[in-house]
């Protein structure tokens, strides 16, 4: 089992992006995306890039909701 508890995307230039209680907002030049996001699952921003941490041992949600959120990216 793998124990990436961590997961990075990288924020394209004029991508705004904001997460707020469970909703994860992308706005860009070809326009909006939010996704919820479930409990367990955080979010933080460092330098041009977005951070995806799990709080919990959930380790189905972390890869699956990783895997929307490229999508979204």
């Given at each position: 089992m793998?124990?990436?508890?961590?997961?990075e995307?990288?924020?394209e230039?004029?991508?705004?992006?904001?997460?707020?209680?469970?909703?994860?907002?992308l706005?860009?030049?070809?326009g909006e995306l939010?996704?919820?996001v479930p409990p367990?699952?955080?979010?933080s921003q460092e330098a041009g890039k977005?951070?995806?941490s799990i709080d919990q041992a959930s380790g189905s949600i972390f890869?699956?909701?990783g895997a929307l959120i490229s999508n979204v990216f």
């Amino acid at each position: 089992m793998s124990r990436i508890t961590k997961r990075e995307f990288k924020i394209e230039p004029g991508v705004e992006f904001s997460y707020n209680e469970g909703l994860l907002n992308l706005k860009g030049p070809r326009g909006e995306l939010s996704l919820k996001v479930p409990p367990g699952l955080k979010f933080s921003q460092e330098a041009g890039k977005a951070v995806l941490s799990i709080d919990q041992a959930s380790g189905s949600i972390f890869g699956l909701y990783g895997a929307l959120i490229s999508n979204v990216f």
